[in-house]
């Protein structure tokens, strides 16, 4: 039987429907289980959530509305946006490392505008994904109120990360 | 050494079925016109295992896209390979109670390119034309079935797709388009292929990127087969399309996490070490969650659905892991 017809499911902020775990042997905090779009229907703008991590490593939840303020890393990030219209302004540090030196990881806000040259913009759907590069400051922009965005950030855990597992999580 | 230097132990062609049969170690392979049979020998007994021919195929295909992978890959509660990194280890029994108790299992390591080698002669030999183990069932039927009728090498061929910073960047991994063969997939119809809009001020053009990764996705010709499209460190994206069932269920030696992006995937959890069941883990679309590192799973996904997995690369894990320094989950941090 060939399979002709199909729809693809993608979740969004108006429409998400969150999994589920039956447990047989086993406890549900072991999976650390959360919904992206039920953590940006929560969130205030571009809180960064941490909905996942491994060491040094997080996955950060974003709910873009309205303008962000500037960030810049010591190593490269790649936002993913999950739902919504997202614009990003990408800038060339002049001196990224007094902001973000090396050993520094995760996203560093900046104290007011960037001192760089402009390096373009972004104009950003579902299911795109940006190369956030080292040395660059950028910020997002949702500018339609009816296309809030949500973002997900592959990234480090920084200053700016905000853990609340038990808040996001199944328990 | 290369896989392709190695010596594979084969034997003839048989008259009955078409089909070699090989020996890797203590372990024999066979196949016929339906099953696929693992022999091994134990307390002087002769024990052997019998597959389906096409659970077999599926799992070893991704056994030699993904280099063993990280962990173990359970091709069911019997046989499997588990990733030494440089040599892997073949097992029957191991990991089933009631072989393993009576002590009937059997565990052999190899030098990881002799493995490869036998498994991709055994794919090469067995793969009949118009039978793709990458594919769904409903893509590449049952051509799998019978004597052996030719060949397809471009299936089971393909290489795994790794970028080194993110695809389409200058000097990086191409982007799937129509012109270059890949074309959306059936089940991804339905999908926008539109692109960003990327405007890079002269001198940027190649730092300034962006594109449709779940077009990308949309594009995949494989089923269970990760690519790596985008590197933070050692914290690689690896996304990848499902559909049918994961062919192995798959017992991780680090933390795993998936992000489901589309569509829903169910996950049966077991025990790691004993198999028993432990969880049923729904996954629907923008849902988060770890495999931690204490099971095994396996995916069931209805129609074919797009699944981030996200794995740290760092190589000092399992024997962290082994150690006990790090946790099998997060639940103490909550």
């Known amino acids: 039987?060939?399979?002709?017809?199909?729809?693809?499911?993608?979740?969004?902020?108006?429409n998400y429907e969150k999994g589920d775990i039956e447990i047989i042997d086993d406890d549900k905090k072991n999976y650390t289980f959360s919904n992206v779009f039920e953590i940006a229907s929560k969130s205030a703008p571009y809180e960064r959530v941490v909905v996942g991590k491994n060491l040094e490593y997080v996955l950060e939840t974003i709910r873009a509305e309205g303008t962000s303020d500037w960030y810049t890393t010591s190593?490269?990030?790649?936002?993913l946006v999950m739902d919504g219209y997202v614009e990003l302004d990408l800038v060339k540090?002049?001196?990224?490392?007094?902001?973000?030196p090396p050993e520094k990881e995760g996203a560093v806000k900046l104290k007011g505008?960037?001192?760089?040259?402009?390096?373009?913009?972004?104009?950003?759907?579902r299911g795109h994904q940006a190369l956030l590069p080292v040395g660059a400051a950028y910020?997002?922009?949702?500018?339609?109120?009816?296309?809030?965005?949500?973002?997900?950030?592959?990234?480090?855990?920084?200053?700016?990360?905000?853990?609340?597992?038990?808040?996001?999580?199944?328990? | 050494m290369a896989a392709s230097e190695v010596e594979v132990s084969a034997s003839p062609v048989s008259n009955?079925?078409?089909?070699?049969?090989?020996?890797?170690g203590e372990f024999g392979f066979a196949r016929d016109e339906y099953f696929v049979y693992i022999s091994w020998t134990a307390k002087g007994q002769k024990l052997s295992h019998t597959m389906s021919a096409d659970a077999f195929l599926r799992a070893t295909m991704r056994c030699v896209a993904w280099g063993f992978f990280y962990g173990w890959l359970n091709f069911d509660d019997i046989f499997g390979t588990q990733q030494l990194y440089g040599r892997v280890k073949f097992y029957a029994g191991r990991f089933s109670p009631a072989f393993h108790d009576q002590g009937l299992d059997h565990e052999e390591i190899f030098e990881t390119p002799r493995a490869m080698a036998t498994f991709k002669e055994m794919l090469a030999d067995w793969t009949n034309d118009g039978y793709d183990p990458f594919a769904a069932p409903d893509e590449t039927g049952l051509s799998w079935i019978g004597k052996k009728n030719g060949s397809n090498?471009?299936?089971?061929?393909?290489?795994?797709?790794?970028?080194?910073?993110?695809?389409?960047?200058?000097?990086?991994?191409p982007l799937r388009t129509d012109e270059s063969g890949r074309p959306v997939n059936r089940a991804f119809a339905d999908v926008p292929q539109d692109q960003p809009e990327v405007h890079a001020e002269p001198g940027f053009e190649g730092e300034v990127h962006a594109h449709n990764l779940f077009g990308y996705l949309s594009r995949s010709d494989v089923t269970w087969n990760p690519s790596v499209s985008s590197i933070v460190k050692q914290s690689l994206f690896c996304p990848t399309t499902e559909e049918y069932i994961l062919p192995v269920?798959?017992?991780?030696?680090?933390?795993?996490?998936?992000?489901?992006?589309?569509?829903?995937?169910?996950?049966?959890?077991?025990?790691?070490?004993?198999?028993?069941?432990?969880?049923?883990?729904?996954?629907?679309?923008?849902?988060?969650?770890?495999?931690?590192?204490?099971?095994?799973?396996?995916?069931?996904?209805?129609?074919?659905?797009?699944?981030l997995v996200w794995e740290n690369g760092n190589p000092d894990l399992p024997a962290m892991y082994e150690k006990g320094e790090l946790p099998v989950n997060l639940s103490g941090e909550f």
Not at chain 2, 16 to 24: A, D, K, M, V, W
Request: net charge negative; hydrophobic share 35%.
């Open chain 1, 1 to 14: 039987m060939a399979m002709t017809e199909f729809q693809t499911v993608f979740g969004s902020l108006k």
């Open chain 1, 75 to 79: 190593h490269d990030e790649f936002a």
């Open chain 1, 93 to 100: 540090l002049d001196n990224p490392e007094t902001i973000a």
């Open chain 1, 113 to 125: 505008d960037p001192e760089g040259k402009k390096m373009g913009l972004i104009k950003m759907k």
């Open chain 1, 139 to 171: 910020r997002f922009r949702a500018p339609d109120s009816d296309a809030v965005g949500v973002i997900l950030m592959q990234t480090c855990k920084g200053e700016e990360s905000i853990e609340k597992w038990a808040e996001i999580c199944y328990t």
């Open chain 2, 16 to 24: 009955e079925t078409g089909y070699r049969s090989f020996e890797l």
């Open chain 2, 153 to 173: 090498e471009e299936a089971i061929g393909r290489e795994r797709e790794v970028c080194r910073r993110m695809p389409g960047l200058p000097g990086d991994a």
């Open chain 2, 249 to 307: 269920k798959h017992g991780n030696d680090r933390m795993e996490w998936f992000i489901q992006l589309s569509d829903q995937i169910d996950w049966e959890i077991e025990d790691k070490e004993t198999g028993r069941p432990r969880a049923k883990v729904i996954m629907k679309a923008g849902d988060v969650s770890i495999m931690p590192a204490d099971i095994r799973h396996q995916g069931f996904s209805k129609k074919r659905s797009m699944l």
